[in-house]
């Protein structure tokens, strides 16, 4: 790396490892992708940073109920977390895991370096911590007095002693922060949260554990055994532990970073609790904070659960990598959420990338290749086209503003427009006339003029879509590279004589979605089939007062499942702890008491019906995945069950 060209050090947030990837963790790896790509490009030092978040409660958790250690549950997503993003070219120049030796090393040391500077002191927490979240929260904000205000779970009061770090102190600093740094935090909409948050007043923030032990010790000079750090210190500390911080330090002077990328979720802990760590560690500040919005299906929020997730890997493979990451980028504006729908993504590629950008390469082929026998020459360009030229070029010379503001749609937006300059161009001078009327030199400038443009556009499109753009440079006998970029972007120079070769065509037309989804709802429909069943309702006038409607039943999923393992709980008198198979990529941990009505043999083997998407409950210390359907009366319990044996995973309606 040259040390002499400006530094540029961009990082995603890392990935919590008891998930799989779906197209949210992709749009923000992609578009720190997509920066990294850029800056190259324009010759800055750059380094990419991406990873995953392996300690915590919420991770112990999920391994315990898979048999695993927490290292082998977390190595395994992990690697699927760092397959996914190879699969996807992702350009990233370390890939760090929490659970690497240097980082806990660094870790350590800033944790030290805090203490001995006077911001840590120890003292005891109680609160009502979500395990899910790994937040702790105040009564007032939980909701019902016991549910966690993010995510719902049922949270858990924990007392126990912990250390805390001095975060009142630092309200002042930031919030001088925020004022003298305009774009800190973007967008802007988010800053003005996050200062008005911050004027609400700080409290000191708890940064150790004691109740469970999958975390980065404390450091030793410490003598705390029992101490484990907060995930959230843990975790943030990967922007600076990456380059060597509390070791070598021999990437540290790609410090700061010029951005972290981050979803709305998690502003919080990047513009709060981040800069007061950097502050106390005595550490410069990143330059930018830049917050996405969120990612829906068909408006609704993306779980597990529902089943609605949408899988990156699928989309990229059936309608290709760069069209899925020109959509993404394209389709919804830095900072707002967006609803995933392929209906949009089929049409965005057909539209944007097969009409505007794909046709216009087979002009560009299809007429060199009639009147010019492929060849191409820029030099009568100005004289018959300056207009055009000068009108992309001016398009061109600010564009890259919108990237430094994360205004990334426009940025295409932008591109976009010169794009129609040149095919503008084509249908206002008509160059098969000017060919008739023995217009040749006017008609190769026709064809230079598009030529160019497409040489100028595909290398700002490049980190957008690094396979179809290369492919287009293929076909232009150009590389995309700092030279090219500093000669037709910087310089505003044109393209030397070029040859052009025919390449497949980028973007064929897709006629319909490809891939199987879930009907989508149709809206008027469900309306009229609501007022039909309250009339109905009226009319039936049943032996229930509680009546919901048919949408309200199915949001509950019942399955077939077959339990596989009983065991007793031990200081329980009613439960079992069962290993039930639901189809599912492993069995689901589920309690019941069923203890006085089944013996461990009578139940091992046999059918039951699972309620599968209930929130997952902690009874007794352990986690239960699921209900089994039964039936109580004065006679004693009954399990319900398929009176015939039917597949697993079934559903049931
Ligand atoms: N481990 C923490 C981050 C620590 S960084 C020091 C974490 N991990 S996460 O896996 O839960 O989320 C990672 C990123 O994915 C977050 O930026 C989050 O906003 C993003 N997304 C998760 N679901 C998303 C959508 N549905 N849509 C868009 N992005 C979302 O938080």
Request: hydrophobic content about 40%; overall charge negative.
């Amino acid at each position: 790396m040259n040390k002499e060209c400006k530094n540029v050090y961009i990082t995603t947030p890392i990935y919590y490892v008891n998930d799989v990837a779906h197209i949210g963790h992709a749009y923000t790896t992609i578009i720190a992708d997509m920066l990294a790509r850029h800056s190259r490009l324009t010759g800055a030092n750059t380094f990419f940073l991406t990873g995953t978040d392996e300690h915590g409660q919420k991770i112990a958790q999920s391994a315990e109920v898979r048999n695993k250690t927490p290292m082998e549950y977390a190595t395994e997503v992990s690697d699927k977390f760092r397959n996914l993003w190879d699969g996807f070219d992702i350009t990233y120049d370390k890939f760090i895991r929490t659970t690497d030796e240097d980082h806990k090393i660094g870790v350590q040391k800033a944790f030290e370096t805090m203490y001995n500077k006077g911001d840590i002191y120890k003292g005891d927490y109680e609160g009502f911590y979500c395990v899910s979240c790994e937040t702790f929260f105040t009564q007032a904000q939980l909701i019902d007095e016991q549910f966690c205000p993010d995510c719902g779970k049922p949270t858990s009061i924990v007392k126990e002693e912990s250390y805390f770090f001095k975060l009142s102190d630092y309200e002042d600093r930031l919030l001088k922060w925020y004022e003298e740094n305009e774009d800190c935090i973007l967008p802007r909409a988010k800053k003005n949260e996050i200062v008005n948050f911050v004027k609400g007043g700080l409290r000191d923030l708890s940064i150790s554990r004691t109740s469970f032990d999958w975390g980065v010790k404390l450091p030793e000079s410490l003598n705390e055994p029992k101490h484990v750090m907060y995930v959230w210190l843990d975790a943030l500390m990967n922007y600076i532990t990456a380059l060597g911080y509390g070791k070598d330090e021999e990437n540290m002077f790609q410090w700061p970073a010029s951005v972290h990328l981050v979803g709305k979720d998690i502003l919080r802990f990047h513009a709060i609790y981040w800069p007061a760590f950097l502050m106390s560690l005595d550490l410069p500040l990143p330059k930018h904070i830049a917050a996405h919005g969120w990612w829906t299906r068909d408006g609704e929020k993306m779980s597990k659960s529902k089943g609605n997730v949408v899988d990156p890997k699928e989309v990229a493979d059936a309608y290709g990598l760069d069209a899925f990451r020109y959509f993404m980028l394209r389709e919804v504006p830095f900072g707002q959420d967006g609803d995933f729908s392929q209906k949009a993504l089929m049409d965005r590629t057909n539209s944007d990338l097969g009409n505007d950008l794909g046709n216009l390469l087979n002009r560009i082929m299809g007429m060199s290749g009639k009147y010019f026998d492929f060849k191409v020459s820029s030099v009568d360009l100005m004289k018959f086209h300056s207009k055009e030229m000068n009108q992309a070029h001016d398009i061109l010379e600010n564009i890259e503003e919108y990237i430094h503001k994360m205004q990334l749609n426009r940025y295409l937006e932008d591109l976009w427009k010169v794009l129609t300059i040149a095919n503008k161009a084509i249908n206002d001078s008509e160059p098969w006339n000017k060919m008739k009327d023995g217009k040749d030199d006017e008609a190769m400038a026709l064809v230079a003029l598009i030529t160019n443009i497409m040489a100028k556009v595909s290398i700002l499109l490049n980190s957008v879509m690094p396979e179809k753009t290369s492919k287009i440079a293929e076909s232009l006998s150009f590389e995309i590279n700092n030279e090219t970029y500093t000669k037709l972007i910087l310089n505003k120079e044109l393209l030397d004589d070029v040859v052009i070769t025919k390449v497949e065509q980028l973007f064929p037309r897709i006629e319909e979605v490809l891939l199987e989804t879930a009907p989508e709802v149709d809206r008027t429909k469900a309306e009229a089939e609501k007022k039909e069943v309250k009339e109905v309702i009226k009319i039936a006038s049943l032996e229930e007062d509680n009546l919901i409607t048919i949408d309200k039943f199915f949001e509950t999923s019942l399955k077939v499942g077959i339990i596989l393992e009983v065991e007793e709980v031990k200081k329980s008198k009613k439960l079992y702890k069962m290993q039930v198979d639901l189809g599912e990529e492993r069995p689901r941990q589920i309690l019941a008491g069923i203890k006085e009505y089944y013996t461990a043999e009578e139940l091992v083997g046999t059918q039951v019906c699972v309620v599968a998407n209930l929130k997952p409950a902690k009874l007794m210390g352990m986690i239960s995945e699921g209900m089994l359907m039964a039936a109580k009366d004065e006679n004693g319990l009954c399990l319900i069950r398929p009176e015939k044996t039917r597949a697993i995973g079934t559903k049931i309606s």
